[in-house]
């Protein structure tokens, strides 16, 4: 059961940015990608712009007062049960967030992956048998199975972290997820979307760049209950606000599980 937020005066105020394009959604080869992982059409991106000093402290309030500002509410797109995009529209009384660590700048947190058995040396995800799933891998043994034997092999702090939840988010895929035989084509797309979506800055003390941006995975409530992203709860429905605090923008990474939408003769949003 959602925790219940006590009323406060709104202090954020949101504005959609409608011009904001993001580039891994131009980019063919990652559309091509996404439709053979039957997310094309059931995942998107949007931007808005806040009026006031973002504080991490703050971010359930953040999150409350952005599902529940007017504009929020008649742009923030959602997938109903027919599979068409919608408004929000809802009014939202509660939300739950989750504050998601993002601190890194390369793709590093992948090596273990590499070194552990998991694919060979060229890339190709070894296979392996499971009793549910007769077309299974290692790759996704690791990612799923917690008994598993090579579970451990990113650490359970690294598998928090944003960028490996969008490499996840990539191997599982949609209902009708075509699986990859080799692993680069699930690591290109998660970074792409992950350059897209979070800030960085160079320390003008270290000359170090660093990650700027705060992620919050997010669920709103209705009177009725569970409304975003979806009522159903999946592990593969998701919504991240990915919140820039010097630009003041949030970018909302959205994904509904199911059948991918799109193909050569239907327009996604």
Request: with cysteine.
């Amino acid at each position: 059961m959602a925790e219940e937020t006590p009323a406060f005066e709104q202090t954020y105020t949101f504005n959609l940015l409608p011009n904001k394009t993001f580039a891994f959604q131009k980019d063919s080869h990652t559309s091509g990608l996404l439709m053979k992982w039957s997310m094309l059409g059931r995942i998107s991106t949007q931007a808005f712009n806040f009026d006031q000093t973002f504080q991490s402290y703050s971010k359930k309030d953040f999150a409350l007062n952005f599902f529940q500002d007017p504009c929020v509410k008649n742009s923030l797109r959602i997938l109903d049960a027919s599979g068409v995009w919608q408004p929000l529209g809802s009014n939202i009384t509660h939300v739950d967030v989750e504050a998601v660590p993002c601190t890194k700048v390369s793709v590093d947190i992948f090596d273990p992956i590499f070194s552990s058995g998991i694919v060979h040396p060229s890339g190709h995800i070894v296979k392996c048998y499971h009793e549910v799933h007769a077309d299974f891998d290692e790759l996704r043994m690791m990612l799923l199975e917690e008994d598993s034997e090579k579970y451990d092999v990113v650490s359970r702090c690294d598998r928090q972290e944003f960028l490996f939840r969008l490499f996840k988010h990539m191997v599982l895929g949609g209902e009708l997820c075509q699986y990859e035989d080799v692993i680069s084509p699930y690591i290109e797309a998660a970074k792409n979307i992950y350059k897209d979506l979070v800030s960085v800055q160079k320390d003008s003390d270290t000359k170090e760049i660093r990650v700027v941006s705060t992620i919050l995975k997010v669920s709103a409530y209705d009177e009725h209950g569970l409304c975003y992203p979806s009522g159903k709860d999946n592990e593969q429905t998701f919504a991240y606000l990915c919140i820039d605090p010097f630009k003041r923008h949030v970018y909302v990474l959205y994904h509904s599980f199911g059948v991918g939408l799109c193909s050569e003769s239907v327009s996604c949003p």
